[in-house]
């Protein structure tokens, strides 16, 4: 019998976007914000017009990171500093790992179904958008801005 999960829907990641540019376009900074699925791919993506081309991948790459350790990249850069347990983190996964914040694991019922990286800010206004981001979807939808789930 296969296997199912649940995971974010384009539909998900649509609403997701427009909200993220919504509170980019108050902040005053073009964004990009990429959202992945369950899985840690690529589900949608939007740059602004006049983002940051080097934070193209930094956004792709934080959702990535936020789904592959199913926690926030602002609380994964505090665990990933010198004499931290994770410090050299930075350098697996070819290099795709991003720690600093702006990433955050989407979890529907304690369940992660995928996660939003957005980047062009500073770390606190990336982080802004992606909470806003992940506020467009259903109420069941929660972000895991404290990066640990509950057990």
């Excluded at 073009?30 to 991948?57: C, E, H, M, T």
């Excluded at 199913?70 to 609380?75: K, N």
Aim: some cysteine; proline content about 5%; glycine content about 12%.
């Amino acid at each position: 019998m296969p296997k199912t999960f649940e995971t974010l829907l384009l539909q998900d990641a649509k609403r997701m976007l427009a909200a993220g540019e919504a509170k980019a376009d108050q902040i005053g900074i073009p964004y990009n914000i990429a959202v992945v699925d369950a899985g840690g791919y690529l589900l949608a993506f939007s740059r602004q017009d006049g983002a940051l081309i080097g934070s193209i991948d930094l956004a792709i790459q934080k959702a990535f990171t936020a789904r592959i350790f199913d926690i926030s990249t602002a609380v994964l850069a505090e665990l990933a500093q010198p004499g931290k347990p994770l410090y050299g983190i930075h350098g697996s996964n070819d290099g795709k790992i991003v720690i600093f914040g702006g990433g955050l694991p989407v979890r529907r019922k304690g369940i992660v179904i995928g996660a939003i990286g957005t980047s062009a800010g500073t770390v606190e206004q990336d982080i802004e958008v992606a909470e806003a981001a992940i506020g467009a979807i259903e109420p069941s939808i929660q972000s895991a801005s404290v990066g640990v789930p509950s057990c």
